[in-house]
Nanobody, 114 residues
Framework: QVQLVESGGGLVQPGGSLRLSCAAS????????MNWYRQAPGKEREFVAT????????NYAHSVKGRFTISRDNAKNTVYLQMNSLKPEDTAIYYC???????WGQGTQVTVSS
């Protein structure tokens, strides 16, 4: 019954911005840390960002530090990933994951290209 549904992906030019959303259901969202991962073509899935259950602590992959911001709205059961200063190497399918357990969303495609 756990569901994670990502949205907000699309095509953006280098230097542009996108905001991804992940809508959660089927569990007590406010009790769980949440993560974002991504998988680029031909690459392994990699960690992007994490946020604690109340949003007090965040951590990021080095490649996105200073450019991406993870946040959450527990009242809306939603976690976000604000992506700024996008680079072509950010092109990937972005996945939402509950940190505890093997629950993933279906992913949303982000393409950074001119």
């Amino acid at each position: 019954q756990v569901q994670l549904v990502e949205s907000g992906g699309g095509l953006v030019q280098p230097g542009g911005s996108l905001r991804l959303s992940c809508a959660a259901s089927g569990f007590t969202f406010s009790s769980y840390a949440m993560n974002w991962y991504r998988q680029a073509p031909g690459k392994e899935r990699e960690f992007v960002a994490t946020i604690t259950s109340s949003g007090g602590i965040t951590n990021y992959a080095h490649s996105v530090k200073g450019r991406f911001t993870i946040s959450r709205d527990n009242a809306k059961n939603t976690v976000y990933l604000q992506m700024n200063s996008l680079k072509p190497e950010d092109t990937a399918i972005y996945y939402c994951k509950r940190q505890s357990g093997a629950y993933w969303g279906q992913g949303t495609q982000v393409t950074v290209s001119s």
